[in-house]
């Protein structure tokens, strides 16, 4: 008996110790873009607020709310991916992009990986994740930037 609860116990041990592995793999794991690729809203903002030539902006979430952005649906579906890639497929890979979801935080969110890592599978070369790093309504739209009417 004595046998048996001691194994039970290293049964579960080492359940645990799996999967605070595993969580802290996946906590730990490096996003794939740079600092310098994160684009604060203050400054897209501006650019679209002050009427410049903007770079391309896709909604690679649920709704497009900013001004001027491209819906292509969340990015995590792959049918929304493929329209995502033959709408980049018509850009020069120097093109100016930017891409945003919003619906969610960084770290969970669905959408923005798969379409950041077709940008850089695609070689194009100057693309931006906007930093939404809680939601779009509170990083944009609480803040009055522009947005779709």
């Known amino acids: 008996m004595k046998l048996f609860n001691f194994l039970r116990l290293m049964n579960v041990s080492l359940l645990v110790l799996g999967i605070s592995a595993s969580c802290f793999g996946q906590a730990t794991k490096a996003d794939p873009w740079s600092q310098s690729q994160l684009m604060p809203p203050?400054?897209?903002a501006k650019i679209i607020t002050e009427g410049k030539e903007h770079p391309m902006i896709f909604?690679?979430?649920y709704d497009a709310i900013i001004k001027g952005s491209i819906d292509i649906g969340a990015a995590k579906e792959g049918e929304?991916?493929?329209r995502f890639?033959?709408?980049l497929s018509k850009l020069p890979k120097d093109a100016d992009i930017v891409i945003y979801c919003g619906c969610c935080p960084f770290g969970p969110c669905p959408n923005i990986r798969p379409a950041f890592n077709l940008?850089?599978?695609m070689n194009f070369t100057n693309y931006k994740l906007?930093?939404?790093q809680r939601n779009v309504k509170a990083d944009w739209i609480d803040f009055g930037y522009p947005i779709r009417k």
Do not use: T, V
């Open 119 to 121: 940008l850089k599978e």
């Open 59 to 61: 909604s690679i979430g």
């Open 42 to 44: 203050a400054d897209l």
């Open 85 to 87: 890639q033959r709408q």
């Open 130 to 132: 906007l930093s939404l």
């Open 80 to 82: 929304n991916l493929k």
